[in-house]
C-alpha cells in the first residue's frame, strides 16, 4: 500500500487493507526468524496517517493469525496476532542529524510505501519462543508421549 504524501493533510486519513500472508511466511523462512511460526491467512492492517508540513504520522496496528508449534511439545496451535506501531516519518534530507529508531523513520519523494512498515511490525510480532501454554509439559523423554495429555511410567 503505497501513500502518496502529497494527498495527505492535517485531517486524519484512515486506511485498511490486508498484507499477503504467503509472502510474510516466505519472509520468515528466509530469515528463520519465527520458530516454526507462520500466519494463518492475511493479517489485516490499520493505519490513521496524518501530514503537518513534511512530517508524516502513522498510527496503525497489524492483527491476524499464527499458526505455531510449540517449543516443548511441539503440538500446533494458532493464536492471534496484534501489534500496534506509530512513527513519524521525516523526509529524507531533513534534519540529517536525527537518529532514525523505533519510532522515526525517512521517506524518499513524495511516497510512503506502507506495506514496507506493516511487514516489519508484522515480523517483530513474532514470539521468540512459542508454548502452547505457559506451564506446557512437554514430551517425556523417555517414551515421547504428550505429558499434557497423558501420564506416562517411566
Ligand atoms: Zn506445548
Ligand atoms: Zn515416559
Do not use: W
Not at 534530507?93 to 511516497?111: F, Q
Not at 512459542?130 to 514430551?139: I, M, N, P, S, V
Request: charged share 30%; glycine share 10%.
Amino acid at each position: 500500500m503505497v501513500i502518496r504524501v502529497s494527498d495527505l493533510s492535517e485531517d486524519v486519513k484512515h486506511v485498511e487493507y490486508s498484507e499477503n500472508g504467503q509472502a510474510l511466511n516466505t519472509a520468515i523462512e528466509e530469515a528463520s526468524a519465527g520458530c516454526d511460526q507462520s500466519f494463518e491467512g492475511d493479517p489485516r492492517v490499520e493505519a490513521d496517517l496524518y501530514r503537518y508540513g513534511g512530517d508524516v504520522h502513522v498510527a496503525g496496528k497489524v492483527t491476524g493469525r499464527l499458526l505455531c508449534t510449540c517449543v516443548r511439545c511441539l503440538d500446533e496451535f494458532s493464536t492471534p496476532l496484534r501489534r500496534e506501531f506509530r512513527f513519524l516519518l521525516i523526509p529524507a534530507a531533513e534534519r540529517p542529524g536525527m537518529e532514525a529508531d523505533a519510532g522515526l523513520d525517512r521517506y524518499e519523494g513524495d511516497e510512503i510505501d506502507l506495506g514496507v512498515l506493516a511487514r516489519e511490525q508484522a515480523l517483530l510480532a513474532l514470539e521468540p519462543v512459542t508454548l502452547c501454554r505457559q506451564d506446557c509439559r512437554g514430551l517425556c523423554p523417555g517414551c515421547g508421549r504428550n505429558l499434557n495429555r497423558e501420564a506416562c511410567r517411566c
